[in-house]
């Protein structure tokens, strides 16, 4: 994949990091149902779009051969970084602070890497350079 389309793939991939935390902040911060539960549907859905674009851009960086294990290290990762750790360390920061604060954790993760994602892209190689 050339260097400019997995930047453009990169640029998508990190501003749909970056709106599904402003719907999840929402919806932490309304307790109405009929506003709280299509938020919540928003944050997921948006939260999930983000996969293809990145998914293609660490399919185009790593060579054929390997493009299976870098799929299956990728997938390991986000469960091992992501689903494993959230909820002891939710539960914890919810008994230290709140439920309501413990929970603006997610939106601020979320924030985070779309500026990885942004702050990757400048670390990419031009073309024609190795």
């Known amino acids: 994949?050339?260097?400019?389309?997995?930047?453009?793939?990169?640029?998508?991939?990190?501003?749909?990091?970056f709106t599904p935390s402003c719907?999840?902040?929402?919806?932490?911060?309304?307790r109405e149902p009929t506003i709280f539960?299509?938020?919540?549907?928003l944050a997921e859905f948006l939260l999930f779009l983000n996969t293809g674009p990145l998914n293609a851009v660490l399919v185009g960086c790593v060579p054929a051969e390997i493009r299976?294990?870098?799929?299956?290290m990728n997938i390991l990762f986000i469960h091992t970084?992501?689903?494993?750790?959230s909820p002891p360390i939710i539960g914890v920061l919810s008994d230290h602070f709140g439920?309501?604060?413990?929970?603006?954790?997610?939106?601020?993760?979320?924030?985070a890497s779309g500026g990885v994602l942004l702050y990757?892209?400048?670390?990419?190689?031009?073309?024609?350079?190795?």
């Not at 299976?68 to 299956?72: Q, V, W, Y």
């Not at 970084?81 to 750790?85: E, N």
């Open 68 to 72: 299976a294990t870098a799929m299956a």
């Open 1 to 17: 994949m050339d260097t400019d389309r997995s930047a453009d793939f990169q640029t998508i991939s990190s501003s749909l990091s």
């Open 23 to 30: 719907s999840a902040a929402n919806r932490s911060a309304i």
């Open 81 to 85: 970084l992501g689903d494993a750790p």
């Open 99 to 111: 439920l309501f604060l413990a929970t603006m954790i997610a939106p601020a993760m979320m924030l």
């Open 37 to 41: 539960l299509p938020a919540l549907f």
């Open 120 to 130: 990757a892209i400048r670390l990419q190689t031009p073309p024609g350079e190795t």
